[in-house]
């Protein structure tokens, strides 16, 4: 067996794919797969293999190993929580000697554990006094391990423990934030689609019975109002794919809007400008995403609508409280006057009449108040004021 001089902190930096505590759940057991090779020379062991505890609690799964025979391997795949050393060590922080193999010998089909594996070392995966997975070390003999060495082995399992304690956090993290996404998009369908469609179900019979009776008139108009129905729902189904396809930038809201305004004059042909004079916006994440989302809004307004030249998002701290305002040089509003949204934005056209109420509606959820006018210079401008305290329900709602 080696020696070793270094203390184990410094062993164990030298180590590859070892201080990884952060590892996201993905990279993970291709992680514990590298760590074994270096592990195996460090300990003069023959093969070494790595098992987490089932999300059941009670066995242990093999996610990654070196140098076992196949049909070891395949026999390996799953065992039970308790079964010998393997399950003391994962029923409490330890480094063990399986002394009796007639139970490994058992469950790994023969002819291996007692042959050309006289030894299996246990030691534990643990964090914050809990046991999460073992990772085993097989050896041709039973060895005197040097106690730096041990320790070192005590240390790569509590780092390994970590990552694994991490890796159930970010899969946790992502179940919860599918959960809100598909409880997100209910919503949107909700307020964007499913009224519209149930006015239109409404008429489906006024207009079968104009036409029964073959009058025209009645018949046209609970038409043209079937066919306006269908047209706004296939707006706003638009508008919801479009939300659902641009998500959030994960560094944040200034960085997703500097990314817009990257991509804006290639796509739209408008030049977009970002003001920003606000060092720290200190809004929480589900306010940032409700405000890109209605900053976006309003540039999908501009490129589809205004013909503009030029864009502007300002971004400024009031006493009132935190402003974004987004101005166009182009053509203005449909309808002069309209300073304020209100749920029947007359002579707006149909997609930006729902795309307007959806702003206000996210507007009302971040307990802000959204307006929307003419530019003093000619186009339009938008305003959205989050108050300096903002309403403590904004950060829970989706």
Known sequence: MPTLSASPAQASADIPGVMVPGVASGDLELLLQRFLGPILDLAGAQAGAVRVVTDDGLHMRLVAQQGLPQHVQEAEQLVDRGCGMCGTAVGADVLGWVDDLRSCDRQGGG?????????????????????????????????????????????????????????????????????????????????????????????????NDAMLAHDDPKAIKYFSDVKQAVGEVHDNLREVMTYFRTRMDPLGLLHALQGIAAEFFGRNGISLEIRNTVRHLNLSDAQEVQVFHIVQESLANIAKHSMARHAVVAINKTPAGLEFVIEDDGLGMAAPGVSTIVTTAKGLSASTHFGLEIMQSRAQRLGASLEVGENAGGGTRVRLLLPTAPATTAEHTP
Not at 127 to 140: K, P, S, T
Not at 174 to 198: P, Y
Request: hydrophobic share 45%; glycine share 6%; aromatic share 6%.
């Open 111 to 207: 002819h291996y554990f007692g042959g050309q594996c006289k030894g299996v070392l246990a030691i534990s995966l643990s964090h914050a006094d809990q046991v999460l997975g073992i990772y085993n070390l097989f050896f041709e003999s039973r060895v005197q391990i040097p106690p730096t060495t041990q320790t070192i082995l005590r240390l790569i399992g509590q780092l390994l423990g970590l990552s694994l304690h991490n890796a159930r956090i970010e899969r946790e993290r992502l179940r919860l934030t599918v959960m809100k996404e598909r409880q997100e998009m209910v919503n949107e369908v909700h307020d964007a689609i499913a009224q519209t469609l149930a006015y239109a179900r409404m008429r489906l019979p006024l207009l």
